[in-house]
């Protein structure tokens, strides 16, 4: 089956142009062709492939903070003689001026690709007020009756019942039309991020630079309707257990049939996916709540670098 994956976060992509794990607009998504998921365990016999030889999005974390690491080795020098000092103020000039030519090379690449984007006549940005005027609902997500700001209130007692503090919240939008083939693709969705911590952690002691658990509420700007939920979390317990009550609180909304416990089964599936991997590779899989309909909650779950990526989110129409 013919696949579309974001170079950027390496997740597949359910719109042609957009990745709603990242969320960025993706022009020239990686196109793979292939038979099984991209979550699952490679082929028999496969000794190379191209999705999962590409270079992760962290290699590029790791030569950054190499390069605060170098900055601070030249800052710790300057007091050590007027000669050395001297040198470390040239070494800070030449600094500064490769800076400034890589800043003006990426600078000019990022132009480019929005001039590209720009130039493109099938897609168009537009403002929040703009899609809040029409008042019509995207077309490329599924939406729940109940409001992305109910969601947001719930999610905040499950985070302090999970034993998790909220470091920040941080809101965003992101609205958008594409002609695909003969038909046209809206996207309009605020998200509201939440970053997050253990209670028992000692967050605040640790290294500031240390990545933040986090779950996002998505929901439609011109309706205010709940798109999903989705998350990052360090400990796949901690994920199972947040989703599962999301789930548990589409049931009391009506949102999902109240016949079965589809919170503790969500919870269970997501617990026993890292007894799924074969020699290390990575695992997760599909549920669609109820298992058969076309109004259905789709929840997905990828264990990966030691955490867990949860999408609970309302199926297409």
Partial sequence: MIRKVCPICEQTMSLPHYCKNCRQFVKSPYVRDITYYLNESHPEGEKDCDYHN???????RNAKDMGRRAGRTIREHTGMGRKRIWLAFLGIYVVIQLIGAVGSVVAKRYVQADRDVDEDESFRRLSDEEVQEEGTPCNSNGHYSVTGEEMAQEILRIIDNGGYEIDSVDTSSWNYEDIVGDELWTDYEISIDHYMYRKDSGFKDLDPDLLLDSMTVNYDTATGELHGVSMYMTEVGSGA???????????????IPGDQAYGELVEGEIRSCSDRGEDGEESGGWMEIPDEGDDRT??????????????VWKGRE
Avoid at 54 to 60: D, K, P, T
Avoid at 298 to 311: A, K, L
């Fill in 54 to 60: 590409v270079h992760r999005g962290r290699e590029s």
């Fill in 241 to 255: 257990f947040m989703a599962g009550r999301i789930v548990e609180f589409l049931q009391e909304q009506e949102e």
């Fill in 298 to 311: 789709e929840v997905y779950f990828h264990e990966t670098d030691g955490g867990i990526y949860v999408r």
